[in-house]
């Protein structure tokens, strides 16, 4: 369903992504980790048609995004890290609109929020203004929009970040329901280790811009001789504080060049 072969991005002279190549099956959940500044986000928007690569290529449900842009963004949704929701409409009404971007037929789109909605459990809160929801809710919503136009793929970069773990809980148990009864492939970005462990078939873990290990929570465990995910994160990235503005930093370098272009 993705598949990433020998994809570099550098902005001047920096190198975002070095050459990286994985596949990601029909279905699977994929869990993509790595440090604060690892290149991460850089490849996210790579694959989401947002940037460019400066070599190599992606295939994500058989359509290169470089060249049938269109297509490829009808074939996937996502849900961003930063709240996406308008908070002044109410939760059927963002879906709604959600479904009219994407030209999902009225009949259906009305049968599909309504059935997402109620899996996510907001169906009682359809007619509520986002703006009183709390945090937990909100992001459920989000995700239930995503899943709306039925995605070949869904990204999910730090969908539960700051939620309590009840929430994170509930969250990933509708999110599994789906993947497997609509065989959704779920490719997801999470600094939770113990989220990566429990929900996803298969981990990628991403350094100083390279994939340092892909497989199974287990295989990367006995790889590193460890009884944790966490402390397998640790053994191949290092223990070492990260910048927390390194991703930050990414970006500003690709203004730079972007406005040194003109």
């Known amino acids: 369903m ?12 920096f190198t975002a992504v070095n050459n990286i190549s994985f596949d990601v099956a029909e279905g699977e959940i994929f869990a993509f980790l790595g440090p604060n500044g690892a290149g991460k986000s850089t490849t996210i928007k790579m694959l989401t048609t947002l940037l460019r690569p400066t070599s190599g290529t992606i295939t994500l449900n058989g359509l290169d995004p ?35 971007l994407y030209h999902v037929p009225r009949k259906v789109r009305v049968q599909r929020i309504e059935s ?12 509520a203004m986002v703006k009183t929801f709390s945090g937990g809710m909100k992001r459920r ?15 999910l ?35 939770y280790m113990d989220e990566a462990d429990r929900v996803a078939h298969r981990i990628a873990i991403m ?11 287990a295989e990367l465990k006995e790889q590193t001789n460890t009884d944790s995910l966490e402390a ?25 060049q972007m406005f040194g272009r003109r």
């Open 2 to 13: 993705i598949r990433v072969q020998n994809l570099v991005r550098t902005f001047g002279d």
């Open 141 to 155: 919503l989000e995700i239930a929009r995503g899943f709306l136009h039925t995605p070949k793929i869904l990204f």
């Open 66 to 100: 470089n060249v049938k842009q269109r297509e490829a963004r009808q074939s996937f949704g996502i849900v961003f890290q930063d709240p996406s929701l308008d908070q002044e409409q109410t939760a059927y009404e963002n879906m709604d609109l959600h479904g009219v």
């Open 207 to 217: 350094d100083h811009g390279a994939i340092v290990a892909t497989g199974t929570s």
């Open 232 to 256: 397998a994160f640790l053994a191949l990235t290092g223990s070492t504080l990260r910048d927390e503005g390194a991703d930050a930093k990414q970006g500003l370098r690709q203004m730079a």
């Open 157 to 191: 970069d730090e969908p539960t970040l700051g939620l309590d773990p009840q929430s994170r809980n509930q969250l990933w148990t509708h999110v599994k329901s789906i993947n497997e009864t609509e065989k959704t492939t779920v490719f997801l970005t999470t600094h």
């Open 116 to 127: 997402l909605l109620k899996i996510f459990e907001l169906w009682d809160r359809k007619d």
